[in-house]
């Protein structure tokens, strides 16, 4: 398939194929470059800083790839000791491991011959490093602290709200689509208008509702209030503008009643354009973080973006562990798009906005 794009795109070109590039081919490819490097630079970046030691994310200037300090292990001390290499005075470069450090001195020896020790200033050392993958990043926070449990918690809440969201934005969507009555035109307005309000100011009117029905702590909380959303009624509504109104006359003919039409006919028709929002709510649910940060205060239904907020203390912060774990949050999410990204352009494209 990449030959076949490949041989594609050459014969595209300005010329034809084997004639030589454009400048405009060449701009358009070194954009494209730049465009590729700025999307997916920074999840490169953490991708790979979550396989680096605490201390490696905080030394300057950073590198790329994790590397690991070398430790040797030296008779008479129980734990290996870090290895650096020390340039002598006749040129020559010798490796030693650092016994301890006292101010700007370190206390040194040779591995190779433990009973000789040297002092030398810290900035005339260099620490011998090696690519290393830092593993315990991932496992110590999955053995450590319930992040299964938040997992889980993350997983119900994106199911159900995605449900729930696909339900009452569709039985929306099919009335404001297919019926005929007073005061439809103003109710699409106010629909459309709540996209303008921001969360942050009904946040505390609907604390207040879920505090008077007795949800907060509980993962109701986080999946009831976001169950209905203006996008979802909105996209759903111009796709089923599309559908043929013939059909669902014929299917009112023969006795159908309305929930039959809508389960039935309206529903299978715009499995599209349910595609695209139910990505879409997948993605909102799983990256909410304000809402829920709000209505749960309890640990055991933290979802996974509340966990993570678990390593961020007042005094320090785990950036090893934070960023692993943000790793594992990406991985469904990413997982969702690849597998369905091609409904996005194909549902979209056929919602009537175009």
Known sequence: MAAISLKQLAKARRGGAGAPLHWTDIAA???????????????????????KTQSALLEFPPSLLPMAQVEVSVPGHPNPLPLFSVPQSDGTVKELVQVRRIGIVAQMVDPNNPTETFRVPIDARTPVRKAALALENYTEPLERFAFLRFLSNSVFVTVVATALTLLTNSMAAYALAVYDFRGKGAAMLAVVGTLMIPITIVLVPVYLVITELGLVNSLWAVILPGAATPTGV???????????????????????????????????????????LAIFSIMWRWNEFLWPLAVLTKTEVYTLQIGL????????????????????????VALVFVFLQRFITTGI??????
Do not use: C
């Not at 999840?43 to 396989?51: A, E, I, K, N």
């Not at 013939?246 to 349910?274: G, N």
């Not at 907020?309 to 960023?323: C, D, I, K, R, S």
């Open 309 to 332: 907020n678990a390593f961020q203390g007042e005094l320090q912060t785990q950036w090893h562990y934070l960023l692993a774990m943000t790793v594992v949050t990406l991985l469904p």
């Open 349 to 354: 494209g056929s919602t009537g906005m175009k």
């Open 234 to 276: 909105f996209l759903l509504r111009q796709y089923m503008l599309t559908l043929p109104k013939d059909l669902i006359e014929a299917a009112r003919m023969d006795k159908a009643s309305e929930w039959q039409i809508y389960w039935r006919i309206v529903l299978p028709l715009s499995m599209p354009a349910l595609a695209v």
């Open 29 to 51: 490819y070194a954009y494209l470059a730049v465009g590729v490097v700025l999307m997916f630079g920074p999840v490169l970046w953490l991708v790979l800083s979550s396989f």
